[in-house]
């Protein structure tokens, strides 16, 4: 897996375009760091990025997101003086019974790296806004929220959906990542690599899907390898040729003595990467 991170990042460094995205609420409608975040408010969202950034906007050499862990681990984790915000995301949820909101701000590629730089705030905005969590959740080079976005496993806990791609000459790289939200707290589930791709004799996709399992602290993933014979005048590559239509998945539980949700199976780890060792 460290090796395809690798690849994913040489690769996404050859890009010399970026996307200037737009910044969406849940209900459609166009963000900025300067707009209020209720028609009541004197609180802009750029003041709630200022709570784990607190050098946001003072033109500091320093690095703003010095207390932001990544949700990659250390490793991907990548220092960054002030820089602005390019797109803004919120997501309005539940959990433990009260309201909270997930804001998703993008503040694009990081220097010398191949993702973006996304960080995932958690806030408890009944009062005075009060940051509850924040991480860094760039896998990739466009990070975003995902169907279904956010699922209640319980009165206490909940997950979040997220999608890192980047694509390039007709190859898809996608991180689909699975953050869990407890005790008020993000915690980092598990992240699933799929690669979707238009070859000459194939087009493959692997859409990722996600369900609550009913009576459970659970929730089930789904992996939908898809394969689609292409007439393109040309021979089909040998991982072509072994890659099959089938269903992979995974439940992850909730096991209370671990504190944390465990999957019951690596099944992910078959999904197929094509021009890739293994």
Not at 51 to 67: E, K, Q, V, Y
Not at 136 to 154: H, I, K, N, W, Y
Not at 230 to 257: F, H, M, Q, T
Request: glycine share 8%; net charge negative.
């Amino acid at each position: 897996m460290i090796a395809f991170f690798a690849r994913v990042a040489a690769t996404a460094l050859m890009l010399t375009t970026l996307y200037a995205g737009l910044a969406w609420s849940g209900d459609d409608r166009y963000i900025s760091g300067s707009d209020p975040i209720s028609a009541s408010s004197g609180t802009t969202y750029a003041d709630l990025a200022r709570l784990f950034a607190p050098g946001l906007g003072g033109r500091t050499t320093d690095n703003i997101l010095a207390s932001v862990r990544h949700l990659g681990g250390p490793d991907m984790a990548v220092p960054s003086p002030d820089r602005e915000i390019e797109n803004i995301s919120r997501l309005d949820i539940e959990t433990q019974g009260k309201p909270q909101t997930l804001v998703l701000f993008d503040f694009g590629r990081a220097e010398d790296a191949a993702q973006s730089i996304s960080v995932l705030a958690l806030y408890d905005l009944s009062g005075a806004p009060r940051l509850l969590d924040a991480m860094d959740v760039g896998m990739d080079l466009f990070t975003s929220f995902q169907e279904p976005e956010f699922l209640a496993q319980s009165s206490r806990l909940g997950v979040v959906f997220l999608r890192s791609s980047h694509s390039n000459a007709g190859e898809e790289f996608v991180q689909t990542s699975i953050v869990g939200i407890w005790s008020g707290k993000l915690n980092a589930v598990d992240t699933i690599g799929t690669m979707n791709w238009n070859g000459c004799s194939a087009s493959i996709s692997v859409p990722v899907s996600f369900s609550a399992v009913r009576g459970a602290e659970a929730l089930e993933a789904t992996a939908d390898v898809q394969k689609q014979a292409l007439d393109g005048g040309c021979p089909a590559l040998e991982l072509e040729k072994k890659i099959k239509n089938r269903r992979l998945k995974a439940r992850y539980s909730w096991d209370e003595r671990a504190g944390k949700f465990i999957a019951d199976t690596k099944a992910f780890a078959d999904i197929p990467w094509p021009n890739m060792e293994e």
